[in-house]
């Protein structure tokens, strides 16, 4: 496996960046994770715009255009003969001294890994996940916004590990104010009767590509699509939750905090946008 590192290509065993990098040092850097169906890489653009734009919010001067930046993801994925894989994109404020001032960093640090992707197994789509709500709040969008993609992971990686101490595989973490964010690394809906619901961006979530793409899916399917807070209780009482993400693609919630969503199954409009989800991937990798 072969991982693109800061102009070259070292084998995954080689692929050692300084400890003097802020990206470790505190977790100054943005990254994206990118999904690659049949060798088409799912909304390479609306990737990289994000990435661009989480740089640009936390000034970090990514050091190629986005045309070049897609040639090097291409080239990766050519590089390690994937056709189906999962790639992360990390831009590292680069290496610098202890201090916390980006200005000792000269070089941003470009670093591209393409895998195969282990994802939720195949049973948990047919059963549909358990979930909880965690104490892990989402940071305030005034504060760092949630749009940034950025290294500092440890808000999600609170989540992960108060659901790990739960016994379930994934969380919701709420915002300040008590309303439903996301989970640990994707974006949250519910379902009632015909609409289909999500948080708004300021309420303090990552605005997903799967969750724009499931938006813009609902839409052409007829749904009602509401971009409004909701909180626990209104997930509690939905007639179906599920969760969007580039790894998790569309997976149902079948309960959450021990109250049983719907019939307890993946509800029947969830398996209809999960369908329209990747029936979508393959049109647009015709394209
Ligand atoms: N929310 C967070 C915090 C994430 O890290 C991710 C994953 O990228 C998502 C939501 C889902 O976004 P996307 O659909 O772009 O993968």
């Not at 000269?106 to 549909?128: H, M, N, R």
């Not at 807070?229 to 939750?241: L, N």
Request: with cysteine; aromatic share 8%.
């Amino acid at each position: 496996q072969w991982i693109y590192l800061s102009g070259e290509y070292v084998l995954k065993e080689d692929a050692k960046i300084s400890v003097y990098d802020h990206g470790f040092l505190y977790g100054d850097g943005v990254f994206e994770g990118i999904r690659v169906y049949d060798g088409n890489v799912f909304r390479l653009q609306e990737h990289l715009d994000r990435l661009y734009n989480s740089a640009k919010s936390i000034m970090l001067t990514i050091p190629h255009t986005k045309d070049e930046m897609k040639e090097l993801v291409i080239q990766t994925l050519q590089k390690n003969a994937l056709n189906n894989a999962y790639i992360r994109l990390i831009v590292s404020r680069g290496v610098g001294n202890l201090g916390l001032d980006p200005a000792s960093c000269p070089k941003p640090q470009v670093i591209i890994i393409a895998e195969e992707l282990a994802i939720f197994p195949k049973e948990l789509y047919e059963s549909g996940l358990e979930i909880i709500t965690v104490a892990t709040r989402r940071n305030r969008p005034d504060v760092l916004s949630p749009k940034v993609k950025s290294l500092n992971y440890l808000n999600n990686i609170l989540v992960k590990i108060e659901a790990s101490l739960a016994g379930v595989s994934e969380a919701l973490m709420l915002n300040d104010q008590g309303y439903v964010a996301e989970g640990s690394a994707d974006n949250v809906f519910i379902v009632r009767g015909k609409q289909v619901i999500t948080p708004p961006g300021y309420i303090g979530a990552l605005e997903g590509i799967t969750r724009n793409a499931i938006i813009e899916i609902a839409k052409d399917l007829k749904y009602t699509v509401k971009e409004e807070p909701f909180t626990r209780h209104d997930v509690y009482t939905a007639d179906e939750v599920f969760l969007t993400g580039t790894a998790a693609e569309v997976i149902a919630v079948v309960k959450v905090d021990g109250r049983i969503i719907g019939e307890g199954k993946p509800g029947k409009e969830t398996n209809s946008l999960l369908k329209a989800f990747r029936e979508r991937v393959v049109e647009e990798g015709e394209k």
